[in-house]
């Protein structure tokens, strides 16, 4: 670190540079026609845009390039090679424009290379919990001051399963549960007895064949000869026949 404070042949070489190159843009732009001390000013623009293309590390090379040819321009002006033309009097008055602008762009991206980034904002659907601070406690055993807070994150959890395996959440997994068994089929004389019941109440054949533990077409014969008690009478005989038939 101190080395790099004391650079003294690195600062010497870049001073030494700036020196050679500022005398021919200064050359340059008074042989264009600018007045003695303004032309100073364009060397400095020149010399300045490369330095902070350098401490930036952007446009380093069209920086130097921008000095190599204004140099290589006066030289060869002063060496009778390069006369003052129309365009080069409008290439060298662009200089200053153009320098103002790119420094300006070089100012923007520094300033926005710095900027703060955002934090980012916890997923959708995971609840954030508040804060929860960590005491630290000293060799007394009381705490000295308080504790840098937490933020505690919910796993988020899934509600799946089908009808058949319902699920239950157990500390954020999943726990099958056993379907519930199959009610227990009644016998002949109690599934006849219980259609009758349900006949007599008026439930449907779909909810007396749940009642009776029989199928709806079987609950449905039933029903029809009951309807039909009016007419020839169906002995008690042939009902069991027909409830039985399925059990068999």
């Known amino acids: 670190m101190q ?42 623009a020149i010399d300045a845009y490369a330095i902070r293309a350098m401490q930036t590390g952007r446009e380093v ?24 033309s129309p365009w080069l009097v409008v290439a060298v008055s662009a200089i200053a424009p153009t320098v103002l602008w790119r420094v300006h762009a070089l100012r923007r991206g520094t300033h926005q290379g710095t900027a703060a980034v955002p934090q ?26 308080a ?20 699920v239950a959440i157990c500390g954020g997994g999943h726990l099958p549960i056993p379907a519930v068994p199959p009610r227990p089929r009644l016998g002949t004389e109690a599934a006849r007895e219980a259609i009758e019941t349900a006949w007599r109440e008026g439930l449907s054949v779909r909810e007396a064949a749940q009642v009776s ?11 029809a000869r009951l309807d039909a008690e009016r007419g020839p009478q169906v002995t008690a005989g042939q009902e069991a026949f027909d409830i039985a038939g399925v059990a068999a």
């Open 3 to 44: 080395h790099q404070q004391r650079d003294v042949l690195g600062w010497l070489a870049m001073a030494a540079s700036v020196a050679v190159a500022a005398q021919g843009e200064w050359s340059l732009a008074v042989a264009c026609g600018f007045s003695t001390w303004v032309a100073a000013a364009l060397p400095v």
């Open 61 to 84: 090379l069209p920086a130097v390039l921008l000095m190599v040819a204004t140099n290589a321009a006066s030289h060869l002006h002063h060496g009778g090679r390069l006369p003052v």
């Open 120 to 145: 980012a904002s916890p997923a959708p659907g995971r609840p954030v919990m508040p804060a929860v601070p960590e005491p630290q406690v000293t060799r007394g055993g009381q705490a000295d001051r």
């Open 147 to 166: 504790g840098v807070p937490r933020t505690v994150h919910v796993p988020e959890i899934e509600l799946s399963g089908t009808g058949q395996e319902p």
């Open 213 to 223: 533990t029989r199928s709806p077409s079987q609950v449905q014969r039933v029903y």
